[in-house]
């Protein structure tokens, strides 16, 4: 059974940080890309960021890019998304993706503001 676990959201003033944890099972996890998506309220849920299966190659989304950093342990089947410099606009439930299979995690939320 697959099962992706997102945790580590919460309430964060802007300019702080968070990082995102996604705990995988139930598929070999060194075999697949792994992504991040988050949607906002009255938004259509949008790209974050992406890592390899080796985690040497990431992406981002251009409204991000500097402020997020993904990254992956292999040996722990975790992906995670370190988030710094949060603004208000960051404000959303994040989700975990394997891409390639259409799995995803149920969310956390992460609410930036003073």
């Known amino acids: 059974q697959v099962q992706l676990v997102e945790s580590g959201g919460g309430l964060v003033q802007p300019g702080g940080s968070l990082r995102l944890s996604c705990a995988a099972s139930?598929?070999?996890?060194?075999?697949?890309?792994m992504s991040w998506y988050r949607q906002a309220p009255g938004k259509e849920r949008e790209f974050v960021a992406r890592i390899n299966t080796s985690g040497g190659i990431t992406n981002y989304a251009d409204s991000v890019r500097g402020r997020f950093t993904i990254s992956r342990d292999n040996a722990k089947n975790m992906v995670y998304l370190q988030m710094n410099s949060l603004k208000p606009e960051d404000t959303a439930v994040y989700y975990c993706?394997?891409?390639?299979?259409?799995?995803w995690g149920q969310g956390t939320q992460v609410t930036v503001s003073s």
């Open positions: 139930g598929f070999t996890f060194i075999s697949y890309t």
């Open positions: 993706n394997v891409p390639t299979r259409g799995y």
